[in-house]
C-alpha cells in the first residue's frame, strides 16, 4: 500500500510531462502555420469540397455530417449512409462502399484505423485521433484498449495537423477551447482555429463565433455580438447549415433585417451541398427532433 501514492504520484508526474511536450509540438505548429498564412485574410475562400464517393456531391461542411469507412478508408455523407441503413432496416450493414461487414466492437473499429494508419492514411490518423478525444470524454460506447486517450487524441491529432489535415488543426482547436482533453487554453484554441479557417475550414468560423459570442459582453438587447455574427454569417452564406440555422434566429428575433437575411439566405441555397439522400436524412432527424441544420 505505500508504494501506492509514489506510483500514482509519478503516472501523474508523466502525464503532466507528456502533456507540456503536446503543448510545446502545438505551439510550434501554430507558429508555423501562422508564417506560412501571414498573408492570408481570416476570412478567405473556401477549401474545396471532395465528393462522397456514393452520391459523388460535394461533401457537406459540417463534419458531423461525414462518416470515415475504418475498412476501406473512405468518407461518407450522413445521407449516403441513412440511405443505406434505412433500406437495410439496420445500422449494422456492410460498407457502403467496399462492401466489408460492420466491425462487431469499438475495438475492431480502432484496430482497423490503426492499420490504415500504419499504412500511410492520414485520414486514418486524424480519425482515430479523434475517435480516441471521444473515448477520453466519455462519448463512445464500448472499450477501447488505450492507457491514455486523451494524450494519445491529442498525439494523433498533431501528427496529422503536422502532416497538413485541415481538420486535425480544426479538431485541436475545439479540444483547447473545450478543456476536456487538452488544458483548456483559449488563445492556443483561436490561433488554431483562425489558421484553419485561414485555410478554408468553413467549420472553423463557427467555432470562432461561439468563442468570441462567449467572450463578448451582451448588450441587453443583443442576441449575437459583432464578432461572432460576422463568422456566423460567412458560414451561413458559404453553405454551412447550422450557421443558416443561426442566422433564422437572428431574423426572427428581429436582430437582422430582411433585406439582409435575403441576401444571406440566397448564398446559402447557392452554396449548400444538398442532395436527395442528405434531404431525407434531414428530413428523419426533424422527425426524431434531431435536426438543427
Known amino acids: ?54 452520391c459523388f456531391v460535394p461533401m457537406p461542411h459540417d463534419h458531423g455530417e461525414l462518416t470515415f469507412m475504418p475498412c476501406c478508408g473512405k468518407t461518407i455523407c450522413s445521407g449516403c449512409i441513412h440511405a443505406h441503413n434505412k433500406v437495410a432496416r439496420t445500422i449494422d450493414v456492410p460498407c457502403e462502399f467496399c462492401r466489408t461487414d460492420a466491425f462487431a466492437t469499438a475495438q475492431e473499429t480502432a484496430d482497423a484505423m490503426q492499420r490504415l494508419a500504419d499504412g500511410g492514411s492520414i485520414e486514418a490518423v486524424s480519425a482515430l485521433g479523434d475517435m480516441y478525444a471521444a473515448v477520453a470524454k466519455g462519448n463512445l460506447s464500448g472499450n477501447v484498449k ?23 488543426v480544426y479538431a485541436l482547436a475545439q479540444l483547447y477551447n473545450e478543456g476536456k482533453v487538452a488544458t483548456k487554453d483559449s488563445a492556443r484554441a483561436e490561433k488554431l482555429a483562425a489558421a484553419a479557417a485561414k485555410l478554408g475550414y468553413l467549420q472553423a468560423h463557427l467555432l470562432l463565433g461561439t468563442m468570441y459570442f462567449e467572450e463578448t459582453p451582451q ?10 455574427r460576422n463568422h456566423y454569417i460567412f458560414a451561413a452564406r458559404n453553405g454551412h447549415s447550422k450557421a443558416m440555422t443561426l442566422m433564422r434566429i437572428l431574423r ?31 428530413a428523419y432527424q426533424r422527425e426524431n427532433g434531431e435536426y438543427i441544420g
Open 146 to 168: 488505450v492507457a491514455d486517450p486523451g494524450r494519445r487524441a491529442l498525439q494523433l491529432l498533431l501528427e496529422a495537423a503536422e502532416r497538413g489535415h485541415i481538420f486535425s
Open 252 to 282: 426572427q428575433s428581429d436582430q437582422m433585417i430582411a433585406d439582409e437575411f435575403d441576401e444571406i439566405e440566397d448564398a446559402f441555397k447557392e452554396s449548400a451541398t444538398w442532395s436527395e439522400t442528405r434531404e431525407a436524412f434531414a
Open 219 to 228: 448588450q441587453d438587447d443583443e442576441l449575437c455580438p459583432r464578432k461572432s
Open 1 to 54: 500500500m505505500g508504494n501506492k501514492p509514489i506510483s500514482t504520484g509519478r503516472a501523474r508526474c508523466e502525464r503532466a510531462a507528456a502533456l507540456r511536450e503536446i503543448d510545446a509540438k502545438a505551439d510550434a505548429l501554430i507558429a508555423r502555420l501562422e508564417t506560412e498564412l501571414a498573408d492570408k485574410d481570416l476570412f478567405s475562400p473556401i477549401a474545396e469540397l471532395e465528393e462522397c464517393p456514393i
